[in-house]
């Protein structure tokens, strides 16, 4: 049962995060902030730091592939991204203290950095004409708040679940 | 400090960077249309998101419902206000449009761009990231839906659709930053009516920008800004929005306005989409391709 909750935890994730930013963008005194939930790639990263680094690049890979087919319609983009912050957060935590708050910190981060990579893209190929002191303010800042949110509530649970499978996963070897 | 690449992954990570790169100029240049297994993926996640997006909008429903329960006093007062005046512009709108069915009739007039089919349509997702202004609807093709057509809520104008699947389709909002983007507009008070093209929008100021307006034309803050129907595609008369500010624009030949949009970009949940009954032709709504009108005859 613990097997499948992983994979499905993740597609309902998926799912949710198109649903949440429905609610987006939000004004407030004149200005338009916009929240992006990063839902999916948050529960990955924790994949690749408490479980298994390649799976979760794998979880990755399909799922970045889905998001770039059905949402934005350039192939390659976060194909690419996705894995790749997986990789980062599996490779790093090697070298530091896995510790839930550090491990939050690290995921926190990589999300920014995200953020960032996909703000540079779309400037290149000319989507967008918004300045990066704009984006600052405008998206990256309430992301944050919103994304740091929601792994306060949550990512002890992600690790629950996890550490769950891994105990599973544990028993049946011995 | 290892090795932070093997020569094997370096060489794996290369490949893979000139493929994704490849990749993604590929569907950057076409994305339009899509391809037969995009519209599979496509059709099967709109499936599992339609089924995810339904207790959503349900919750979505309860929580607007609270809200509006809160605001009735108020509301019930301003509308008390105005409901005398109602009384009288609706029988004014009786009159007008008995006498205008008789002077159609005279004249033999049976076609009328203010005329179109709608479909009804829920939202099922948005682009989450946010960087283009893009929902998902839950019908496609099968239902009627082509490219171009327009997209309104009961307050207002939103959109087009930009891509369709047999059973998904892809509206792009009127805040779209994409250049190419246009809607032939009309803005009209008691006088006369100046015609503009809606292109662009204003981040800053949240409004849409109606340029090329004809500098000899009045148009004053708070008229009303809706579809002209000349654009070749979109039906006549569908509100956009208010005009805030005139100014002129870069060159000074033209007028520029700006435009409150009339229906809310976010909290979207149900739609209709608006086939026009009349030939539509590629025009300004389209993508200006100026294609032959005469083979692209429209359905009846």
Same mark, same amino acid.
């Given at each position: 049962?613990?097997?499948?909750?992983?994979?499905?935890?993740?597609?309902?994730?998926? !799912?949710?995060?198109?649903?949440?930013?429905?609610?987006?963008? /939000? #004004?407030?005194?004149?200005?338009?902030?916009?929240?992006?939930?990063? !839902?999916?790639?948050?529960?990955?990263?924790?994949?690749? &730091?408490?479980?298994?680094?390649?799976?979760? *690049?794998?979880?990755?890979?399909?799922?970045?592939?889905?998001?770039?087919?059905?949402?934005?319609?350039?192939?390659?983009?976060?194909?690419?991204?996705?894995?790749?912050?997986?990789?980062?957060?599996?490779?790093?935590?090697?070298?530091?203290?896995?510790?839930?708050? &550090? %491990?939050?910190?690290?995921?926190?981060?990589?999300?920014?950095?995200?953020? /960032?990579?996909?703000?540079?893209?779309?400037?290149?190929?000319? !989507?967008?004409?918004?300045?990066?002191?704009?984006?600052?303010?405008?998206?990256?800042?309430?992301?944050?708040?919103?994304?740091?949110?929601?792994?306060?509530?949550?990512?002890?649970?992600?690790?629950?679940?996890?550490?769950?499978?891994?105990?599973?996963?544990?028993?049946?070897?011995? | 400090?290892?090795?932070?690449?093997?020569? $094997?992954?370096?060489?794996?990570?290369?490949?893979?960077?000139?493929?994704?790169?490849?990749?993604?100029?590929?569907?950057?240049?076409?994305?339009?249309?899509?391809?037969?297994?995009?519209?599979?993926?496509?059709?099967?996640?709109? !499936?599992?998101?339609?089924?995810?997006?339904?207790?959503?909008?349900? /919750?979505?429903?309860?929580?607007?419902?609270? @809200?509006?329960?809160?605001?009735?006093?108020?509301?019930?007062?301003?509308?008390?206000?105005?409901?005398?005046?109602?009384?009288?512009?609706?029988?004014?709108?009786?009159?007008?449009?008995?006498?205008? @069915?008789?002077?159609?009739?005279?004249?033999?007039?049976?076609?009328?761009?203010?005329?179109? @089919?709608?479909?009804?349509?829920?939202?099922?997702?948005?682009?989450?990231?946010?960087?283009?202004?893009?929902?998902?609807?839950?019908?496609?093709? *099968?239902?009627?839906?082509?490219?171009?057509?327009?997209?309104?809520?009961?307050?207002?104008?939103?959109?087009?659709?930009?891509?369709?699947?047999?059973? %998904?389709?892809?509206?792009?909002?009127?805040? %779209?930053?994409?250049?190419?983007?246009?809607?032939?507009?009309?803005?009209?008070?008691?006088?006369?009516?100046?015609?503009?093209?809606? #292109?662009?929008?204003?981040?800053?100021?949240?409004?849409?920008?109606?340029?090329?307006?004809?500098?000899?034309?009045?148009? $004053?803050?708070?008229?009303?800004?809706?579809?002209?129907?000349?654009?070749?595609?979109?039906?006549?008369?569908?509100?956009?929005?208010?005009? %805030?500010?005139?100014?002129?624009?870069?060159?000074?030949?033209?007028?520029?306005?700006?435009?409150?949009?009339?229906? @809310?970009?976010? *909290?979207?949940?149900?739609?209709?989409?608006?086939?026009?009954?009349?030939?539509?032709?590629?025009?300004?709504?389209?993508?200006?391709?100026?294609?032959?009108?005469?083979?692209?005859?429209?359905?009846?």
């Amino acid at each position: 049962m613990v097997k499948f909750l992983i994979p499905l935890v993740a597609v309902l994730l998926f !799912f949710l995060e198109t649903e949440f930013s429905l609610y987006s963008p /939000i #004004e407030w005194h004149g200005h338009l902030y916009y929240l992006v939930p990063r !839902f999916l790639i948050l529960y990955l990263i924790f994949l690749s &730091i408490y479980y298994d680094r390649k799976r979760a *690049m794998w979880y990755g890979l399909i799922f970045g592939v889905l998001y770039d087919i059905f949402y934005i319609d350039i192939i390659g983009l976060y194909t690419f991204l996705y894995p790749f912050i997986c990789f980062i957060a599996g490779y790093t935590v090697k070298y530091i203290h896995q510790h839930l708050a &550090i %491990t939050t910190v690290l995921s926190l981060v990589l999300v920014a950095l995200l953020e /960032i990579v996909l703000h540079q893209f779309f400037l290149l190929i000319s !989507f967008t004409s918004v300045p990066f002191t704009e984006f600052l303010n405008q998206r990256l800042i309430p992301t944050m708040i919103a994304n740091s949110i929601y792994l306060i509530m949550l990512g002890w649970t992600f690790k629950y679940l996890i550490e769950a499978r891994l105990f599973k996963a544990n028993q049946s070897t011995l | 400090m290892p090795q932070f690449f093997s020569n $094997k992954r370096l060489i794996l990570l290369l490949v893979g960077v000139i493929f994704l790169v490849a990749l993604i100029s590929f569907s950057l240049r076409d994305r339009q249309n899509a391809s037969l297994p995009e519209q599979i993926i496509k059709d099967t996640v709109g !499936f599992g998101q339609s089924i995810v997006a339904k207790p959503a909008s349900y /919750i979505t429903g309860f929580v607007n419902n609270v @809200d509006e329960l809160l605001n009735t006093y108020d509301e019930n007062k301003r509308l008390k206000s105005r409901l005398e005046e109602f009384g009288t512009l609706q029988a004014k709108v009786n009159e007008l449009k008995v006498e205008n @069915d008789k002077l159609k009739d005279l004249v033999g007039k049976k076609d009328d761009l203010r005329n179109f @089919d709608p479909i009804q349509a829920n939202v099922i997702a948005r682009n989450p990231d946010q960087w283009e202004e893009k929902l998902i609807l839950n019908e496609g093709s *099968m239902s009627g839906i082509k490219v171009n057509m327009a997209v309104l809520t009961s307050k207002g104008l939103i959109g087009k659709i930009v891509q369709t699947t047999p059973y %998904t389709s892809q509206v792009e909002l009127l805040s %779209t930053n994409n250049t190419n983007y246009r809607v032939s507009a009309v803005v009209a008070n008691k006088k006369s009516e100046a015609f503009g093209l809606i #292109e662009g929008f204003n981040a800053k100021r949240g409004e849409l920008v109606l340029k090329r307006i004809d500098s000899s034309l009045p148009v $004053k803050k708070g008229d009303k800004v809706t579809t002209s129907g000349l654009g070749g595609i979109f039906p006549k008369g569908v509100l956009i929005g208010e005009v %805030t500010k005139v100014s002129t624009d870069d060159f000074g030949l033209t007028k520029l306005a700006y435009v409150k949009p009339a229906a @809310d970009f976010s *909290m979207l949940d149900h739609v209709v989409i608006a086939k026009r009954q009349s030939i539509s032709v590629d025009g300004s709504d389209g993508n200006g391709t100026n294609k032959s009108i005469t083979t692209e005859t429209g359905d009846q």
